[in-house]
């Protein structure tokens, strides 16, 4: 179980690992041994997944879901498979903890009287520097 907060939590079966040779460290085991980690999850079709959810997460990282619609998460960090596979589910975590919460609504604001003064005056400024800059100084 892939906890990542208290009300979100999605079942490993739901994850499925796809093992190839890894560049990087290692020296010979590179060329012998496939530590690299490819974590492919549905996540159109996840049932443990919110649909509010869902979408911000479709929304921030769609660029990594695949025309089958399987979210692709890789990971070369480790010399070994399991470290690997801890690292892609924690990276899955942040992200889905990231858009987990919903983003804060923004209140309109209007200018205070006193910043319109004060572009105003700037602009007033600027014009008579501008004006000054015309041979014209009768």
Same mark, same amino acid.
């Given at each position: 179980?892939?906890i990542?907060?208290?009300?979100?939590?999605?079942?490993?079966?739901e994850?499925?690992?796809?093992?190839?040779?890894?560049?990087?460290?290692?020296?010979?085991?590179?060329?012998?041994?496939?530590?690299?980690?490819? #974590?492919?999850w549905?996540?159109?079709?996840?049932?443990?997944?919110? =649909?509010?959810?869902?979408?911000?997460?479709?929304?921030?990282?769609?660029?990594?879901?695949?025309?089958?619609?399987?979210?692709?998460?890789?990971?070369?960090?480790?010399?070994?498979?399991?470290r690997?596979?801890?690292?892609?589910l924690?990276? #899955?975590?942040?992200? #889905?903890?990231?858009?987990?919460k919903p983003?804060?609504?923004?209140?309109k604001?209007?200018?205070?009287?006193?910043?319109?003064?004060r572009?105003?005056? =700037?602009?007033?400024?600027?014009?008579?520097?501008?004006?000054?800059?015309s041979?014209?100084?009768?």
């Open positions: 179980m892939l990542v907060t208290d009300n979100l939590k999605i079942p490993l079966a994850f499925t690992y796809q093992f190839a040779r890894s560049s990087g460290p290692g020296g010979q085991n590179v060329n012998k041994v496939n530590t690299k980690v490819l #974590l492919r549905e996540v159109t079709k996840s049932e443990s997944l919110p =649909e509010a959810v869902r979408q911000r997460f479709l929304a921030r990282y769609g660029n990594r879901i695949n025309s089958e619609g399987q979210f692709l998460l890789t990971s070369t960090r480790y010399r070994d498979q399991k690997n596979i801890e690292d892609c924690e990276k #899955l975590a942040d992200m #889905l903890r990231e858009v987990a983003p804060r609504p923004r209140k604001t209007k200018p205070t009287r006193g910043s319109k003064e572009r105003l005056k =700037e602009k007033k400024q600027r014009s008579d520097r501008k004006d000054g800059r041979g014209n100084w009768d």
